[in-house]
């Protein structure tokens, strides 16, 4: 792996938080994502489950987690199975965990293969109440790919039909909503990449660049710091292509006058960082650009100091629509009397800014959380607003991550340039 190790004593901290959650005499299975196939013999570039990493640190495909707490034999309390590698997989595909390295990295002493599953799990299963098995229960997930865990979920009911099942996602939001202070360190360690690609950018950028140079540049800065490159599919947008919130294409040259809209962020260690800049192609905003930029600044650094504990979800959403009114009026966008005629569902605002504010951040860049639970130490936040002007050819959004503390928030990102005249500076030093 490119990352340095992790160590085991954050996923031995998960695993404890967890326990306290189940129910009397519960069994916990997680399983590994699959590796998704192309076309012939082609697949993707492996991602693992992030809810068997967060209590693993296992970074390996057919892998499968067994949490039992309460079960009478201590060795089987925690178990996890791995692919037992020879010599035809290690000349082909390299090295895979042994169970000593398997030990180190998780802190879980029972080992062993995954083609030993189904007898070691009979000795297990009779001993449960009731069964927590996963699923993928994000609200913006509308995948119709059936994963390794949807699978075993049908698999499991057929063999054991009369055991009661429960529901593991509710308490994975509740438990991956809250960074430990490991997690904060590998969050920020994909800030600080990302912000070494981002400065490397503000060197690079100038009229005639295409995006998609834009975009190897990033990535040679991620991978040469043991990033493996993207948190997220990066889009790079010129001129009116900002006013395309997912414009991912890439493929145009950056004019001069246009600005450039960067949603751009390095992962480290799964951990994933989301930042967005608004940077002039030539090095000067205009006068308007500028008014825009200020304005999309202005509304960050409010929201920013909203992402506090105690606050919830909708409120803050609510309270960020009414400044970010405050700024359209300014700009000549929208009126007053706008605002008086709109209907209460689809504000005048989302006109030029339609999407919200902030999402949780972690091993998923939109991570798991439940937006009904007011904000809590702990808790990472982006805080990303935007005004999108499409008759204008003119897009600016402003993004960091933001840790929320005890003591108000910290931003991670604060290093990373954000003031109009800083940027400036920088492309023209």
């Given at each position: 792996?490119?990352?340095a190790?992790?160590?085991?004593?954050?996923?031995?901290?998960n695993?404890?938080?967890?326990?306290?959650?189940l129910k009397?005499?519960?069994?916990?299975?997680?399983?590994?994502?699959d590796?998704?196939?192309?076309?012939?013999?082609?697949s993707?570039?492996?991602?693992?489950?992030?809810?068997?990493?967060?209590?693993?640190?296992?970074d390996?495909?057919e892998?499968?987690?067994v949490?039992?707490p309460?079960?009478?034999?201590?060795?089987?309390?925690?178990v996890?199975?791995?692919?037992?590698?020879n010599?035809?997989?290690?000349?082909?595909?390299?090295?895979?965990?042994?169970?000593?390295?398997?030990r180190?990295?998780?802190?879980?002493?029972?080992?062993?293969w995954?083609?030993?599953y189904?007898?070691?799990?009979?000795n297990?299963?009779?001993?449960a109440?009731?069964?927590?098995?996963?699923?993928?229960?994000?609200?913006?997930?509308?995948?119709?790919v059936?994963?390794r865990?949807t699978r075993?979920?049908?698999?499991?009911?057929?063999?054991?039909?009369?055991?009661?099942?429960a529901r593991?996602?509710?308490l994975?939001h509740?438990?991956?909503?809250?960074?430990?202070p490991?997690?904060?360190?590998?969050?920020?360690?994909?800030?600080d990449i990302?912000?070494?690609?981002?400065?490397?950018?503000l060197?690079?950028?100038?009229?005639?660049?295409?995006?998609?140079?834009i975009?190897?540049?990033?990535?040679?800065?991620f991978?040469?710091?043991?990033?493996?490159?993207?948190a997220?599919?990066?889009?790079?947008a010129s001129?009116?292509?900002?006013?395309?919130?997912h414009?991912i294409?890439?493929?145009?040259p950056?004019?001069?006058?246009?600005v450039l809209?960067?949603?751009?962020?390095?992962?480290?260690?799964n951990?994933g960082?989301?930042?967005t800049?608004s940077?002039?192609?030539?090095?000067?905003?205009t006068?308007r650009?500028?008014d825009v930029?200020?304005?999309?600044?202005?509304?960050?650094?409010a929201?920013?100091?909203?992402l506090v504990?105690g606050?919830?979800?909708?409120?803050?959403?609510?309270?960020?629509?009414?400044?970010?009114e405050?700024?359209?009026?300014?700009l000549g966008?929208?009126?007053?009397?706008?605002?008086?005629?709109?209907?209460?569902?689809?504000?005048?605002?989302?006109?030029?800014f339609?999407?919200g504010?902030?999402h949780?951040l972690?091993l998923?860049?939109?991570?798991?959380?439940n937006?009904?639970?007011?904000?809590?130490?702990g808790?990472?936040?982006t805080?990303?607003?935007g005004?999108?002007?499409?008759e204008?050819g003119?897009?600016?959004?402003?993004?960091?991550?933001?840790?929320i503390?005890?003591?108000?928030?910290?931003?991670l990102m604060?290093?990373?340039?954000i003031e109009?005249?800083?940027?400036?500076?920088?492309?023209n030093r």
């Amino acid at each position: 792996m490119r990352y340095a190790p992790i160590g085991k004593d954050l996923f031995i901290e998960n695993r404890r938080r967890l326990t306290p959650l189940l129910k009397p005499k519960s069994l916990v299975i997680l399983n590994s994502n699959d590796i998704m196939p192309t076309n012939a013999d082609g697949s993707m570039g492996f991602k693992q489950n992030t809810d068997l990493f967060y209590f693993t640190g296992v970074d390996q495909e057919e892998t499968i987690l067994v949490l039992s707490p309460e079960h009478p034999d201590e060795k089987l309390r925690e178990v996890l199975f791995l692919r037992e590698t020879n010599e035809m997989i290690a000349i082909w595909e390299g090295e895979k965990l042994t169970k000593e390295q398997a030990r180190e990295v998780t802190g879980i002493k029972t080992i062993y293969w995954t083609h030993q599953y189904e007898t070691v799990f009979r000795n297990i299963i009779f001993e449960a109440d009731y069964v927590y098995l996963n699923t993928n229960e994000h609200t913006r997930n509308d995948s119709q790919v059936q994963t390794r865990e949807t699978r075993f979920v049908n698999e499991f009911r057929e063999k054991y039909p009369i055991h009661a099942l429960a529901r593991l996602a509710p308490l994975m939001h509740q438990l991956r909503a809250i960074k430990q202070p490991r997690e904060i360190e590998l969050l920020q360690k994909a800030c600080d990449i990302t912000k070494l690609g981002f400065e490397r950018l503000l060197k690079f950028v100038k009229p005639g660049v295409e995006e998609f140079e834009i975009e190897a540049e990033l990535l040679h800065e991620f991978v040469r710091n043991r990033s493996k490159g993207f948190a997220y599919q990066p889009i790079i947008a010129s001129g009116a292509n900002a006013c395309v919130l997912h414009y991912i294409q890439n493929d145009r040259p950056c004019k001069d006058g246009d600005v450039l809209l960067l949603d751009v962020a390095a992962e480290y260690a799964n951990y994933g960082a989301d930042l967005t800049r608004s940077i002039p192609v030539n090095g000067r905003f205009t006068k308007r650009q500028r008014d825009v930029y200020d304005a999309v600044l202005r509304v960050f650094k409010a929201a920013k100091g909203m992402l506090v504990a105690g606050n919830i979800w909708d409120e803050y959403h609510l309270e960020v629509g009414k400044i970010m009114e405050s700024e359209l009026i300014g700009l000549g966008l929208i009126t007053k009397d706008d605002i008086a005629k709109q209907d209460p569902e689809t504000p005048a605002y989302k006109k030029y800014f339609p999407h919200g504010t902030s999402h949780f951040l972690g091993l998923d860049i939109h991570d798991v959380g439940n937006k009904y639970r007011r904000f809590e130490p702990g808790m990472v936040f982006t805080c990303e607003p935007g005004i999108y002007i499409r008759e204008e050819g003119l897009g600016i959004r402003l993004e960091n991550d933001i840790l929320i503390t005890q003591n108000g928030n910290l931003d991670l990102m604060a290093h990373i340039p954000i003031e109009a005249e800083e940027i400036e500076e920088m492309m023209n030093r």
